[in-house]
Structures are given as C-alpha cells and as structure tokens.
DNA sequence: ATGACCCCAAGCTGGGGA
C-alpha cells in the first residue's frame, strides 16, 4: 500500500480554493499540508470537509496559517511548536496512519531586522529539538512545509536573492544542516542529488517564465520512512495556472 | 534610487512576504 502525501504555501486559502479542490481532485492525496491559510480557523473553506477530508487547522487573522486534509483519520497531537515561544499559527501536527506529519511553516527572517532574524533561528532550534525526540522515541514522522531556506547554492536560481537574504544567510543553512544531519532525510535530494528542483517563483519580473526560482518547501522524513520513499515531485504546473500561488506543491509517495 | 507582484485589513496606504 502506497502512501502519497504533499506541502503547499497556498499564499491564502479563500484565494485559491477552487486551485485547491481541483488539485485534491486529480491528484486524490493521502494528506495535504498547507501553509499561509491567511485566515482565522472558522474563515477556512468547507468545501474540503464536504469532499471527505478530515481537517486540523491552526489560523489567524491575516497572517501565516496551517492546515492538515486528511483521508484517514486523523489525532491531533500539537497545535504550536513545543520550545517555540511566539503566538504565530506556524505548526500543526497530527498523527496519520501511525505517521506523525508536523506541518510547519518557518519564519521568513527577512522582516523585523535582527530580532526578527533570530526569530527564525529560534523556531529551528525547537524544530531541532523537536525532531530529535521524536527520533529517540523511534517515532515514524515526516517535517515538511516552507522551510524558507535554500539549503545549497544550487537551490536558487543565480538572480532570484541578494546574498544577505536570510533565505541563504550562513546561519540559516548551520541550523537546516543541524536539523537534517540529526538524522533525517531530505527526500528531493534522494530521488534527485543534484540540480534544480524549485518549489517557488517570485510574483515579480517574470520569475516563473525565466526560471529564476527557490528550493524552500521541504520533506525531511524519518529513518524507517525515508526507507519507504518512492517518489518526489515539485508539481510546476501549478505555477502555471490562473491566479497561482507563488509556491506549486511538493508531492512525495512513499511505499 | 525606485518599483516591480500579491494578499490582507483598512479604507485608497502600508506591512509582510521571499
């Protein structure tokens, strides 16, 4: 039995619900993992719910935002990121299948100068933290969303960042390497080790169409999991749609 | 040096995003 799931920053759910629902349509996931809902939970579409999709949702107004869809059932087992002091709605987690997902959605860094940088520095900490008492515990659990980190020079395309952009800043890439080499697998980098796999395009001067993408959403999969991975795939076509997001989906099959 | 794009809450402008 094959398992498929993906992550999408749908940059505001009330936005893109049709995208979303035609999305689920053709592509009948496990689970979807969405981050920047941008809404308050009793704001988030029904229609999702209607489809059969069970749904754990973390919102607030405006701003950032996390849901999990769900076909199977579904425990919830944190709505905040346990070591992360700040109220924002950036993590939700449950356990599926006997699989732990934690959805996260990472600070970007680039606002609120320094404080807000180390803001960034912090949620990777007990990300880290996180990630590694669960591998104590032998759990089977996937982190996965908008990491807001371009892991290596290949994971953005020459143009699309200045070079202090906390999205590549040396600290940033420390505490991805922290998390990761803590044992877990980065899943895009198995089935692909090198090369492009951009998951976002900017808005702004024709990113898309020149390619002049970020590698930012990320799976990273536990020991016996990455065992299972099968497949990886940033959906691009997304990109392409009417009134896209500026993220497409990462869609990963595990066996 | 500035704006570019998009979303949100407000309210016709500004913050945040990446």
Request: glycine share 6%; aromatic share 10%.
């Amino acid at each position: 039995m094959s398992l498929v799931f993906a992550s999408w920053n749908i940059n505001s759910i009330r936005q893109r619900e049709a995208l979303v629902s035609d999305w689920l349509e053709r592509h009948q996931p496990d689970v979807l993992c969405l981050q920047e809902i941008k809404c308050e939970e009793h704001q988030f579409p029904a229609v999702f719910a209607e489809k059969g999709y069970q749904t754990a949702i973390v919102g607030q107004k405006s701003y950032n935002g996390v849901a999990i869809l769900s076909r199977h059932p579904m425990n919830v087992t944190h709505r905040r990121l346990p070591g992360f002091g700040h109220e924002a709605a950036r993590y939700v987690e449950a356990e599926i299948q006997g699989i732990v997902f934690g959805n996260l959605y990472l600070p970007n860094g680039n606002s609120g100068g320094e404080t807000g940088y180390d803001i960034k520095l912090d949620f990777f900490d007990a990300l880290t933290h996180h990630a590694r008492t669960m591998l104590a515990a032998e759990r089977d659990f996937i982190l996965l969303g908008d990491y807001n980190v371009c892991p290596t020079a290949e994971d953005h395309a020459p143009d699309a960042l200045s070079p202090t952009d906390s999205l590549v800043r040396p600290e940033s890439r420390a505490a991805w390497r922290r998390l990761v080499w803590s044992g877990l697998t980065d899943a895009q980098r198995v089935v692909q080790p090198q090369g492009r796999a951009f998951t976002f395009w900017d808005y702004q001067g024709m990113a898309f169409q020149r390619d002049s993408g970020l590698r930012i959403d990320h799976a990273l999969l536990s020991p016996r999991l990455a065992e299972r991975l099968e497949t990886v795939q940033p959906d691009r076509e997304e990109r392409a749609k009417n009134q896209p997001s500026d993220h497409v989906p990462l869609i990963v099959r595990l066996q």
